[in-house]
């Protein structure tokens, strides 16, 4: 996926507990982007990165924090899983801030019982 | 409002037959519209970008074209192995916009 891993591919957890997703890429791309996928509703926005420590909220970002901390890491973390937040998660990457389009990353199918 | 929206939300062709994808928009201010194809299970992969009505972008059995409007993606003599979803987004310079996609299943 042109140097963008997620991990983990999958995960299961409880209702109220922490969750932290990791996006690793090795483009070297300033943006990062998180983004959710659920039946009916297209990609939306969770947060983005546009450098190091340099973060914003998207259209979805209630529930989630995000932190970078360096330019190739990228972690969203659900504070306290509630089961709306059940869904596929997306990273995705980009040079331009999205002018020539984004990279995605394979994406998290994350369960909250 | 900027919307996105793409018909059919799903269809099924035969092997050989010739079909077309639709993306239509309000937005202000288009930057760029982008065509992704996605398999179950795996994230969006990038077709073509498109920036201005007019332009046309073509790879194997698949072409884009833009109007001010609307997208189309065309796929000539599809076969099996491009069954997948079919995702566009639009850039309006401060954010960018997913359609819900196309679900294409090609029948051998």
């Known amino acids: 996926d042109a140097g963008i891993t997620q991990s983990p591919r999958h995960k299961v957890t409880e209702t109220g507990t922490p969750v932290t997703l990791r996006c690793h890429q090795t483009?070297?791309?300033?943006?990062m982007y998180w983004y959710r996928q659920d039946p009916g509703h297209g990609l939306r926005l969770i947060h983005y990165?546009?450098?190091?420590?340099?973060?914003d909220k998207g259209e979805v970002s209630d529930g989630y924090s995000v932190s970078r901390s360096k330019t190739e890491d990228f972690l969203l973390t659900l504070e306290s899983a509630t089961s709306s937040q059940t869904s596929v998660y997306f990273c995705?990457?980009?040079?331009?801030?999205?002018?020539?389009?984004?990279?995605f990353g394979s994406g998290t199918r994350l369960t909250v019982v | 409002e900027d919307q996105v929206t793409q018909s059919p939300e799903a269809l099924r062709l035969q092997e050989g037959e010739s079909s077309s994808l639709n993306c239509s928009y309000t937005?202000?201010?288009?930057?760029?519209l982008f065509w992704y194809r996605q398999d179950p299970g795996k994230g969006p992969e990038f077709l073509f970008t498109?920036?201005?009505a007019g332009e046309e972008k073509e790879k194997e059995r698949l072409k884009a074209t833009l109007t001010k409007k609307e997208s189309f993606l065309h796929i000539t003599a599809p076969k099996p192995e491009d069954s997948a979803t079919y995702l566009c987004?639009?850039?309006?310079?401060?954010?960018?916009?997913f359609g819900t996609g196309t679900s294409l299943t090609v029948i051998p």
């Open positions: 995705a990457i980009s040079e331009s801030g999205g002018n020539y389009g984004y990279t």
């Open positions: 483009e070297n791309h300033r943006y």
């Open positions: 990165s546009y450098g190091v420590k340099d973060t």
């Open positions: 937005v202000s201010g288009l930057r760029g």
């Open positions: 498109l920036y201005s």
């Open positions: 987004a639009l850039n309006t310079g401060n954010q960018f916009y």
